[in-house]
Nanobody, 125 residues
């Protein structure tokens, strides 16, 4: 059973930093892509960043590119999202999600079927 557990959220002032962690279990870590999504109150869920744990390739939404960095640690089966220069509009519940690797790339935020429980990030102005 695929399990994803996020941690690292919290309250931070604008301009501050947080690092989110997503610990994965129940599958071969290098055979899956992992993505971070977020959902703010009253808004649709949006993709933030994704990483191919096999080759390390990454993707970022325009809204976070240059401020957020996604990385993976295969020894710990963990994906991180380092968030710098946080803005109030980054406030949301952040989720990590996983999908099996495929020969056909469905896109950086498509076809994710396994989800964590989420961690709250609040950025005050």
């Amino acid at each position: 059973e695929v399990q994803l557990v996020e941690s690292g959220g919290g309250l931070v002032q604008a301009g501050g930093s947080l690092r989110l962690s997503c610990v994965a279990s129940g599958f071969a870590f290098g055979d899956y892509a992992i993505a971070w999504f977020r959902q703010a109150p009253g808004k649709e869920r949006e993709g933030v960043s994704s990483i191919d744990t096999y080759d390390g390739s990454t993707y970022y939404a325009d809204s976070v590119r240059g401020r957020f960095t996604v990385s993976s640690d295969h020894a710990k089966n963990t994906v991180y999202l380092q968030m710098n220069n946080l803005k109030p509009e980054d406030t949301a519940v952040y989720y990590c999600a996983a999908r099996p690797e495929s020969d056909v790339d469905p896109g950086p935020f498509a076809d994710f079927s396994s989800w964590g429980q989420g961690t709250q990030v609040t950025v005050s102005s």
